[in-house]
Nanobody
Framework: QVQLVESGGGWVQPGGSLRLACAAS????????VAWFRQAPGKEREFVAG??????SYSDSVKGRFTVSRDNAKNTLSLQMNSLKLEDTAVYYCAFSSRNLILSTMTSENEYDYWGQGIQVTVSS
């Protein structure tokens, strides 16, 4: 059974940094598309960042501030979040697809088969 477990969330002041991690067990995902999504209160879940093989993609709202990375040997996915803003407050989810998605579909949550439980990130002063 596949399990994804996120860690590293919490509270941070605007301008601060946090690093999220997602550990996968049950299968390997080295050839699959993996991603981070987030859902703010009252909003729909949205794509944040993802990786197809070694290529990364970002939403416009986090580009230049967030960095996604993967460690295939450890079957983990990370998200380094710098220069955090109030609007980054959300529950963050890691998501793994059973396929290597094409660029145009990797931002759709429907393309992902496995999800973590979500972890809260709160940016406030």
């Amino acid at each position: 059974q596949v399990q994804l477990v996120e860690s590293g969330g919490g509270w941070v002041q605007p301008g601060g940094s946090l690093r999220l991690a997602c550990a996968a067990s049950g299968r390997t995902f080295s050839r699959n598309t993996v991603a981070w999504f987030r859902q703010a209160p009252g909003k729909e879940r949205e794509f944040v960042a993802g990786m197809r093989w070694t290529m990364s993609s970002y939403s416009d709202s986090v580009k230049g501030r967030f960095t996604v990375s993967r460690d295939n040997a450890k079957n983990t996915l990370s998200l380094q979040m710098n220069s955090l803003k109030l609007e980054d407050t959300a529950v963050y989810y890691c998501a793994f697809s059973s396929r290597n998605l094409i660029l145009s579909t990797m931002t759709s949550e429907n393309e992902y088969d496995y999800w973590g439980q979500g972890i809260q990130v709160t940016v406030s002063s």
